[in-house]
């Protein structure tokens, strides 16, 4: 089966820094990567994807990065706010069906 | 423009009992599939439609039967629940072409 992992289950950072957030797979057919963010009692809500013919993408105060050789994802988030205070999912896509990791819970510090 | 709604929000159950997890969105998505979360384990996939008729099943389907008769409505049936399907469950469809997915409230279903 599938295995999408996070290297950390928790991360707390300071208000303003910087946070990365780590996701391993298994599978090499996975074409696809999204990141999640899911606050307490509501659902995931999508943050940014990437395929896997790109090694970056970009979005607002998002980067997403793809390691094919290692099969490693990252999700950057810059500056981060009290508001980015959440569980962070990554999931991989191969043909109909997505594979969630066990989710990152990051803390912002004040 | 609703998006993903599910009913109920919250939901207790008797083993043995049956009950239908209702989804349904209102964006003329295609697909649509239904996940359950629990504690350290991430989303798994349960069941999923590619459209109107069409349903197969993903990761953990045992248990669970779903239908897709309308491109709208995709219920999740528990035909005999058990304290094992105590869960967080969660709709999802994608943009048509696209992969993000948009996600409904979630259902916490006890089953004691």
């Known amino acids: 089966g599938e295995s999408v992992g996070l290297h950390l289950p928790t991360l707390s950072v300071q208000e303003g820094d910087n946070s990365i957030i780590n996701c391993a797979y298994s599978n090499s057919a996975s074409d696809y990567f999204i990141w999640y963010k899911q606050e307490s009692g509501k659902g995931p809500q999508f943050i940014i994807d990437i395929r896997s013919n790109m090694d970056k993408r970009q979005g607002q105060r998002v980067t997403v990065l793809l390691n094919k050789t290692v099969k490693h994802l990252s999700l950057q988030i810059a500056a981060t706010q009290p508001g980015d205070s959440a569980v962070y999912f990554c999931?991989?896509?191969?043909?109909?069906?997505?594979?969630f990791g066990t989710g990152t819970s990051l803390t912002v510090i004040p | 423009n609703a998006g993903v709604t599910q009913t109920p929000k919250f939901q207790v159950l008797k083993t043995g009992q049956s009950m239908t997890l209702q989804c349904a969105q209102d964006?003329?998505?295609?697909?649509m599939s239904w996940y359950r979360q629990d504690p350290g384990m991430g989303l798994r996939l349960i069941h999923y439609?590619?459209?109107?008729?069409?349903?197969d099943q993903g990761e953990v389907p045992n248990g669970y039967n779903v239908s897709r008769s309308t491109t709208e409505d995709f219920p999740l049936r528990l035909l005999s629940a058990a304290p094992s399907q105590t869960s967080v469950y969660f709709c999802a469809s994608p943009e048509r072409g696209t992969y993000e997915q948009y996600f409904g409230p979630g259902t916490r279903l006890t089953v004691t």
């Open positions: 439609s590619v459209g109107a008729g069409i349903t």
């Open positions: 964006m003329n998505h295609e697909y």
């Open positions: 999931a991989e896509n191969t043909g109909n069906q997505f594979y």
